[in-house]
């Protein structure tokens, strides 16, 4: 298969509503955003890991028109408490035109993850900072939903709301999120997995918007398979067949979802 054969648009356009594009080299970079292009996608979040994934979101979205960034520290990339200069950092880089939501942070309990109670208190900081600036949160939860669940309601991150990120779990967890006023975000894994179908086939498309969480996967041989923004298409395919629609149904309900949960921070043009 080529590129062109595998290629599928949408008229109106999709949000790409969180990828790790700053991760790209300049170079290969050019090469995404067109292909990003060609598939109509409208919008592309440069969700932030580090401070220096930070600083690189932000300045992806200052050079291009069709990227904005969030900012945000990953569970994952913790590598003792956050201090209180680094989250001064984080929220200073938050404060930017170019930042439309605070992203990512959350909680990831995989075996060689940081200790639990730094992560949460990072998830705690952050979550006062996004209020405090009125941004969307984007959550990543990984084998950590009950906490995730818990910190983000003792923290009222309903104030804010946002996308919880690469959703993956079961019809609790999905009312969990729409109660605390956040939306699902899926990804590829909807393409796969039928315990997941499963559940979304079930949900109003009004609390879904779509992702491709994409990162450089060079360990992939055939770079088509190589996970990027312009796969996204591919989702917002599968997901109309679940619910029963054309995808350009799909397409306009979940970028409108995106625009709304990022409060006119965007408009696409
Ligand atoms: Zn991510």
Known sequence: MTFEEELRTTVHPLIDGHTHVDQWSPGD????????????????????TTVPSCERTLLLAEAN??????????????????????????HDLATHAEVVEWSECGLDYMPNSPDKAIQQ???????????????????????????????????????????????????????????IGFYLSLAKPLLREEPLQAVVA????DHLVIETDSYPQPFKK???????????????????????VDIETVAEITTTNYLRMLRGRVALI
């Open 65 to 90: 028109s069709f990227i904005k960034a969030g900012i945000g520290m990953h569970p994952a990339d913790l590598t003792g408490p956050l201090d209180e200069a680094t989250a001064q950092h984080l």
């Open 121 to 179: 208190d990072a998830l705690r900081v952050q979550i006062r900072m996004a209020r405090e600036l009125d941004l969307p949160l984007v959550i990543h939860s990984r084998e950590a939903d009950p906490d995730t669940v818990r910190i983000l309601i003792e923290e009222h991150a309903s104030d804010v709301g946002g996308a919880w990120h690469y959703f993956g779990g079961s019809m609790y967890l999905a009312k969990q999120a729409m109660d």
């Open 202 to 205: 079930q949900l109003s498309l």
């Open 29 to 48: 970079l050019e090469g995404l955003l067109e292909r990003a292009r060609r598939a109509n996608i409208g919008l592309i979040i440069a969700a932030g």
């Open 222 to 244: 055939n770079p088509l398979r190589r996970t990027e923004p312009w796969h996204l298409p591919q989702v917002a395919e599968k997901l109309a067949q679940l619910q029963g």
